[in-house]
T-cell receptor
């Protein structure tokens, strides 16, 4: 499978614990995004990378959230001291930018439940 | 006010009907526009880009009205398989390169 893969598919954790998610983009894609989605809402932007550089981070993202893409390939999203409000589907997407046209390919997401 | 707004629906239509969705955006200096489709419990997938002159892909037609700041999606001869949530997506000039998604409009096509 050469699509975007995310791991794990599901994560259940207790409030206050740290969690880390991984995303493997399509290999030739240079841009990688993290979005969060809750039921009945569209995906909400969290952050994105151009190769290994983190170019933008949502103002809504608290200091408990951090993302890395150390070698410009896979990325990790860590949430420290999780809260119940962090429960959501975390979606990763990658793209190969060509001019103004950009097609995002999403992974299946990691469903986080904070108890 | 949200940057990208859509009527959440659901729109319940019979098979074969024509249905239209609108989306409004708040930033007049917007750059690129797209429609994504999301099936239940699945990830979003690009349906089509929206060009200034309007564009068509089979049964799907997308229109852009910059003066009124809205985008539309028209689906003709709707099929059961068209049932999904349709997400309006905008890239704003000066907003970095992130794509901003609307809340989505749910479509249910019935027999």
């Amino acid at each position: 499978d050469t699509g975007v893969s995310q791991d794990p598919r599901h994560k259940i954790t207790k409030r206050g614990q740290n969690v880390t998610f991984r995303c493997d983009p399509i290999s030739e894609h240079n841009r990688l995004y993290w979005y969060r989605q809750t039921l009945g809402q569209g995906p909400e932007f969290l952050t994105y990378f151009q190769n290994e550089a983190q170019l933008e981070k949502s103002r809504l993202l608290s200091d408990r959230f951090s993302a890395e893409r150390p070698k410009g390939s896979f990325s990790t999203l860590e949430i420290q001291r999780t809260e119940q409000g962090d429960s959501a589907m975390y979606l990763c997407a990658s793209s190969l930018v060509s001019g103004e046209n950009e097609k995002l390919f999403f992974g299946s997401g990691t469903q986080l439940s904070v108890l | 006010r949200k940057e990208v707004e859509q009527d959440p629906g659901p729109f319940n239509v019979p098979e074969g009907a024509t249905v239209a969705f609108n989306c409004t955006y708040s930033n007049s200096a917007s750059q690129s526009f797209f429609w994504y489709r999301q099936d239940c419990r699945k990830e979003p997938k690009l349906l089509m880009s929206v060009y200034s002159s309007g564009n068509e892909d089979g049964r799907f037609t997308a229109q852009l009205n910059r003066a009124s700041q809205y985008i539309s999606l028209l689906i003709r001869d709707s099929k059961l398989s068209d049932s999904a949530t349709y997400l309006c997506v905008v890239r704003f000039t000066g907003g970095g390169n992130k794509l901003t998604f609307g809340t989505g409009t749910q479509l249910k096509v019935e027999l």
